[in-house]
């Protein structure tokens, strides 16, 4: 099992930027595809951003790509995701997601077998 721990969120104007991180123990980090996700109130959780084990294969969802950058440090056993150009509509809580069984996850929620306890973006206009 691995257990995750967001970190990063808070409050930012629009055009503004923020780093959110995802602490992961338990069992070794780089055995685990990862991913962010979103919800907003009132809304279903969205796929955001994937990355593979090893970091080499990425993935975007339309809404975020170029703004958005994911990546991973498998020696400090930390996904991130770099946010830029925050919009109002990006303000939700963010969740990171590990999948044990496959090298790189995507963007189907169900894929993801562990999930962080979330952190809250809001941008303001």
């Known amino acids: 099992q691995v257990q995750l721990v967001e970190s990063g969120g808070g409050l930012v104007q629009a055009g503004g930027s923020l780093r959110l991180s995802c602490a992961a123990s338990?069992?070794?980090?780089?055995?685990?595809?990862m991913g962010w996700f979103r919800q907003a109130p009132g809304k279903e959780r969205d796929f955001v951003a994937a990355?593979?084990?090893?970091?080499?294969?990425?993935g975007y969802a339309d809404s975020v790509k170029g703004r958005f950058t994911i990546s991973r440090d498998n020696a400090k056993n930390t996904v991130y995701v770099q946010m830029n150009s925050l919009k109002p509509e990006d303000t939700a809580v963010y969740y990171c997601a590990a999948d044990e069984f496959r090298s790189y996850g995507g963007s189907w929620s169900a894929n993801y077998d562990y999930w962080g306890q979330g952190t809250q973006v809001t941008v303001s206009s």
């Open positions: 990355i593979s084990r090893s970091g080499g294969r990425i």
């Open positions: 338990g069992r070794t980090f780089s055995s685990y595809a």
